[in-house]
């Protein structure tokens, strides 16, 4: 755990992540709240506007997922489209890197003359932890240089320590929704196909397991899911789409 967090500002900016942890209904709205959050918290530190751009990397491919405005988006996509560059490459090294002049410093000469293009002069890449399979990393964009001092590098290392573990949090919130939302279709399907069993013994006057076995031939002849073959045979008796319902 970073000093940061023990610090005032650390235990405002975790409550604030919660808080958006809360508030948001899905990982990619939590997302664009945590760009907005991380350029509010360095720019009011720095005392100059600084943006911020969130890159994700999967498979080793990677990608904007979110902005703390249109300009952090578009800066932040000039690097993935270059396949190199601070936030990449702290992406690679798992750790900060910092291009504190884009006329001085020689290494993306490319990607340094189109940031300078858009009026972008440093930028600040800080990896997050999330999981074995992903990563992600805050970019930050300031349009001008000496902006990215020890202090602010050092207090944006403390909120990436902060905002991973939120995002960790939000992806495992997320993921459990998924499965629940699986979950529950799954048993509205089960549903359907027993009350479709029914339908069929009562109709050809057989066993449930003569009545499943008529259901999943009409699956096979038809190259049709059973779940819908069932719905069909629902939908043939009574007239209407049946919709079968849990509460969670």
């Not at 349009?143 to 949090?169: H, M, Q």
């Amino acid at each position: 755990m970073s000093k940061y967090s023990g610090t005032d500002a650390g235990k405002d900016a975790a409550l604030q992540l919660q808080e958006l942890i809360a508030g948001t209904e899905n990982v990619e709205d939590f997302l664009d709240r945590l760009a907005e959050f991380a350029a509010s918290v360095l720019t009011h530190s720095a005392g100059v506007e600084i943006e911020c751009g969130v890159t994700l990397q999967r498979r080793k491919k990677t990608m904007t997922v979110a902005g703390s405005s249109q300009t952090a988006v578009v800066l932040d996509r000039i690097e993935q489209s270059l396949g190199d560059g601070p936030c990449i490459e702290a992406l690679r090294t798992k750790g900060i890197v910092l291009l504190a002049d884009v006329d001085t410093d020689p290494r993306w000469p490319e990607y340094q003359e189109q940031l300078a293009a858009h009026g972008c002069r440093s930028t600040l890449g800080v990896p997050l932890e999330i999981g074995d399979d992903s990563a992600a990393a805050l970019n930050f964009f300031a349009s001008t240089t000496g902006i990215f001092t020890a202090d602010i590098v050092a207090e944006a290392a403390g909120f990436a320590d902060l905002a991973g573990r939120a995002l960790r949090l939000a992806v495992r919130i997320g993921t459990a929704q998924t499965r629940a939302e699986d979950l529950q279709a799954a048993m509205e399907h089960r549903t359907s196909i027993d009350l479709a069993c029914g339908v069929v013994m009562a109709q050809n006057r057989c066993s449930q397991e003569e009545a499943v076995a008529i259901l999943t031939q009409v699956s096979s002849n038809r190259n049709q899911k059973l779940r819908d073959v069932a719905a069909d045979v629902l939908k043939n008796v009574t007239g209407e789409e049946i919709h079968t319902h849990f509460d969670g």
